[in-house]
């Protein structure tokens, strides 16, 4: 079983809707989660970190719940620009990132 | 402020052939880890550099060697190429105790 994993996708939704991804965890010893997004072709970049206690960035929303070894993010009111691969991350220490295989977003005009 | 930087940006093997990749670190920042992306997975990670020793190791064979120079920049080694190491390679460099990487653009190989 891998450690980090993610629904592949693609996920295809129109201008303006919501969108949830999930993912789960299999390493109980997790410390720190994030969320990285990937443009096609180019090296994936922080989008947010992901706390137990729920954290907002405009837009988004990530969620964590340990209990669960769940991690959610949450996307209102998409935009053309948040067409991305959104990698789900997480460090079960020394700094050393475990990515998920990522979840392709097409946001359709 | 640059940010990461890795070079070359492309670069085509032959099977059995040697690679060096570079990357520079944000400056200030004093570790650098390595990944391999292959084409719609996501970044294994393959070892880190800190204070020019690697502090740890993915899943990688021997093959696969790495170094830090002082000025905290970093190379990465593949000997023996092999087709399945076609990827992109990514360098991420950090500041060591917190939690953020800053990825650099990659280096894509092909090993034909």
């Known amino acids: 079983r891998k450690e980090v994993e993610q629904d592949p996708g693609p996920f295809n939704v129109p201008e303006g809707a919501t969108v949830a991804f999930n993912c789960t965890y299999s390493n109980s010893a997790s410390q720190s989660f994030f969320w990285y997004r990937q443009d096609c072709r180019k090296e994936p970049k922080l989008l947010m970190s992901v706390y137990s206690s729920g954290n907002e960035d405009g837009r988004f929303t990530a969620q964590l719940n340990r209990a669960s070894q769940y991690i959610s993010l949450l996307i209102r009111d998409s935009k053309l620009s948040d067409s991305a691969t959104y990698l789900c991350?997480?460090?079960?220490?020394?700094?050393?990132?475990?990515f998920g295989t990522g979840t392709r977003l097409t946001i359709i005009p | 402020d640059a940010g990461v930087t890795q070079s070359p940006t492309h670069l085509i093997k032959t099977r059995g052939q040697q690679v060096t990749l570079r990357c520079s670190p944000k400056?200030?920042?004093?570790?650098v880890s390595w990944y391999q992306q292959a084409l719609g997975q996501g970044p294994q990670f393959i070892f880190q550099?800190?204070?020019?020793?690697?502090?740890q190791r993915g899943n990688f064979p021997d093959r696969f060697s790495g170094h830090q120079f002082p000025n905290y920049s970093s190379e990465l080694n593949v000997n023996a190429l092999l087709l399945g190491d076609s990827a992109l390679y990514l360098c991420?460099?950090?500041?060591?105790?917190?939690?953020?990487?800053?990825f650099g653009p990659g280096t894509r190989l092909l090993v034909l």
């Open positions: 550099y800190y204070e020019e020793e690697e502090r």
């Open positions: 400056s200030g920042h004093d570790t």
């Open positions: 991350v997480g460090d079960f220490g020394n700094e050393k990132l475990t």
């Open positions: 991420a460099s950090s500041v060591t105790g917190q939690e953020t990487q800053y």
